[in-house]
């Protein structure tokens, strides 16, 4: 099984601050990996797919790159909007594997 | 404006059953493949089962052994999971979510609001 794991578990930030999760696969999953966004009480939203592709509607300060095993997630300036939980996840089509991270939780420095 | 609303969740005894259903609306129900993702009180995301637009292709996690089934009705636009001899580990918000895809490729770009399942005696 393709394992996900993403650090850091945690981080404090402040309003204005470059963020930066990581995301890496047991093996390689060439960019069959998507960012989600959950706030508290809320259902995930998807910010984005494919590794590096911005989902409609999504302010451009997310962005997402690499490829093979080791993902990024960066906010560039993060907003108050922004504290949450953001989890990565494997979209592996054959066979199906949809394993989401274990998540890494943003709030208020 | 699109909307999936689940329904179904409740209190359940270990080894009874219980079928949740998702109701779509606001997009064309049957361009899109479905899925039904699950989060354990506190803790983190999991998928559980998808279905392609025509129920041509249906997954699911290997954690489930077989006792969960999808389906999907197109002419009421809706999904539903049933869930059989349910365990305590089942207790969870499940959600709804809608694939970018025609087929199953786990993308999740839309989500309903959850339906919680107890599993407790």
């Known amino acids: 099984d393709i394992q996900m794991t993403q650090s850091p578990s945690s981080l404090s930030a402040s309003v204005g601050d470059r963020v930066t999760i990581t995301c890496r696969a047991s093996?390689?999953?060439?960019?069959?990996l998507n960012w989600y966004q959950q706030k508290p009480g809320k259902a995930p939203k998807l910010l984005i797919y494919?590794?590096?592709s911005l989902q409609t509607g999504v302010p451009s300060r997310f962005s997402g790159s690499g490829s093979g095993t080791d993902f990024t997630l960066t906010i560039s300036s993060l907003q108050p909007e922004d504290f949450a939980t953001y989890y990565c996840?494997?979209?592996?089509?054959?066979?199906?594997?949809?394993?989401f991270g274990p998540g890494t939780k943003v709030d208020i420095k | 404006e699109m909307q999936l609303v689940e329904s179904g969740g409740g209190l359940v005894q270990p080894g009874r059953s219980l079928r949740l259903s998702c109701a779509a609306s606001?997009?064309?129900?049957?361009?899109?493949?479905m899925h039904w993702v699950r989060q354990a009180p506190g803790k983190g995301l999991e998928w559980v089962s998808g279905?392609?637009?025509?129920?041509?292709?249906?997954g699911y996690a290997d954690s489930l052994k077989g006792r969960f089934t999808i389906s999907r009705d197109n002419a009421k636009n809706s999904l539903y999971l049933q869930m059989n001899s349910l365990r305590a580990e089942d207790t969870a918000l499940y959600y709804c979510?809608?694939?970018?895809?025609?087929?199953?490729?786990?993308?999740?770009?839309?989500w309903g609001q959850g339906t919680l399942v107890t599993v407790s005696s």
């Open positions: 279905i392609s637009w025509n129920s041509g292709t249906i």
């Open positions: 093996q390689s999953i060439s960019s069959y």
């Open positions: 606001g997009f064309t129900f049957d361009d899109y493949a």
């Open positions: 996840q494997l979209s592996y089509r054959t066979p199906r594997v949809f394993t």
């Open positions: 494919a590794a590096s």
């Open positions: 979510a809608k694939d970018r895809h025609i087929a199953v490729a786990g993308d999740f770009d839309y």
